[in-house]
């Protein structure tokens, strides 16, 4: 990403790299719709443009978004925010690198680029869309947009409780010792407020 006299914040042929030819885990710009590793964006330059990143998860599990080059106005006070709009949180980059869990598969709306802090960001709502599931080897990691998790109860296809966790009291945990049989389960979860949100999960 750099600003530079001549581009534009569409493709510039000059300016942009498409990205082609990868594969596993990537973050991309993204200019009407597709994904480049190189963008030249227009000067001046505004302090509340918004950059729209691709991210690609090949594997369900953490990753990070790190800050490793600078120059120009960015060596100076000029800060550089990850807005996880899934999370509900910007965190300056420039700082240290943003740490985050995700399921396996393309999410173009998740990630955006910005350089001003957004004051006054709304209260989370408790839907399926602020949960996180994803399987790993020691069980089902379940993550949330900073929402304190209560309990859980897992029920299979039929209705059949089948697990349950009580007292969690964290935004994050793992759920071990589910039987293996593959299988469509139901986690229903409830929020320290006394909220309830039910997501698919497949074992």
């Known amino acids: 990403m750099a600003y530079v006299e001549g581009a534009t914040q569409n493709a510039d042929t000059n300016f942009d790299g498409l990205s082609f ?40 599990g953490n990753y990070k978004i790190k800050l490793t080059n600078k120059d120009g106005l960015f060596l100076g006070n000029q800060n550089v925010f990850v807005r996880d709009n899934l999370m509900g949180i910007e965190h300056n980059i420039k700082v240290s690198p943003y740490v985050f869990t995700s399921a396996i598969g393309t999410f173009d709306a ?5 350089y001003t802090q957004t004051l006054g960001i709304p209260a989370t709502t408790f839907t399926p869309n602020a949960v996180i599931v994803y399987k790993n080897t020691d069980g089902f990691h379940v993550t949330t947009n900073g929402i304190v998790m209560k309990d859980f109860l897992v029920y299979d296809i039929s209705g059949r409780l089948i697990f349950k966790q ?3 009291n964290e935004t994050a945990t ?14 229903k979860i409830t929020s320290q407020e006394n909220e309830t949100v039910t997501v698919k999960a497949i074992n």
């Open 110 to 114: 998740r990630f955006q680029l910005v």
């Open 21 to 60: 030819g990868n594969t596993g885990s990537m973050l991309s710009s993204k200019i009407d719709g597709a994904d480049y590793v190189i963008q030249g964006r227009s000067l001046p330059f505004y302090s509340n443009d918004v950059v729209a990143l691709g991210f690609k998860a090949a594997t369900a």
């Open 174 to 187: 793992v759920l071990e010792g589910l039987s293996q049989i593959k299988q469509v389960l139901l986690l």
């Open 166 to 168: 009580s007292n969690i």
